[in-house]
């Protein structure tokens, strides 16, 4: 067991959810200051900084949460092998919400251009998501697109 993790994964679960909670109750600086913490806790992980970003965006400073996204996605990447408790895709899933937040703080061209490059990202469904709803791009689940299913019924 590395130093960093003297909790279990449920506890980390449990403070992360109570994190959430906290944001969404307007407990900002309390919240703030665990997400801090858990990103010390887990170094290299996604779901720390992702609640930085939302405690900012939900202080209606899109700014600060571009700040903290952008210093994530360093962070993340430059952790070290054996430190490194990081799944493949936590960037991804980082740059996907920094180009949200990018989007927030009216930095259009940064947004687009961030959510272009999640699409070249190791997968993660979520980042995606956000990544193709973001940019326009629709692609049809499988078996769901009437070109390439006739049995199916288009809508009228």
Same mark, same amino acid.
């Given at each position: 067991m590395q130093?960093?993790?003297?909790?279990?994964?449920?506890?980390?679960?449990?403070?992360?959810?109570?994190?959430?909670?906290?944001? /969404?109750? +307007?407990?900002?600086? &309390? $919240?703030?200051?665990?997400?801090?913490?858990?990103?010390?806790?887990?170094?290299?992980?996604?779901f720390p900084w992702v609640g930085q970003a939302v405690v900012w965006l939900n202080r209606s400073q899109p700014e600060e949460a571009v700040r903290v996204l952008k210093k994530a996605c360093e962070c993340v990447?430059?952790?070290?092998? /054996?430190? +490194?408790?990081?799944? &493949? $895709?936590d960037v991804t899933l980082l740059t996907a919400f920094l180009g949200f937040a990018q989007h927030l703080?009216?930095?259009?061209?940064?947004?687009?251009?961030?959510?272009?490059?999640?699409?070249?990202?190791?997968?993660h469904p979520n980042a995606y998501a956000i990544a193709q709803d973001m940019l326009g791009i629709r692609t049809a689940k499988p078996g769901t697109d009437p070109q390439l299913n006739p049995q199916m019924e288009t809508p009228p």
């Open positions: 130093n960093t993790e003297f909790l279990s994964s449920d506890e980390i679960r449990l403070l992360t959810e109570i994190g959430m909670l906290g944001t /969404a109750a +307007r407990l900002h600086e &309390p $919240a703030l200051t665990l997400f801090q913490a858990l990103a010390e806790l887990r170094p290299g992980r996604d990447q430059d952790v070290p092998a /054996a430190l +490194r408790s990081a799944h &493949p $895709a703080a009216r930095h259009t061209a940064d947004s687009h251009q961030t959510l272009s490059q999640v699409l070249n990202m190791p997968y």
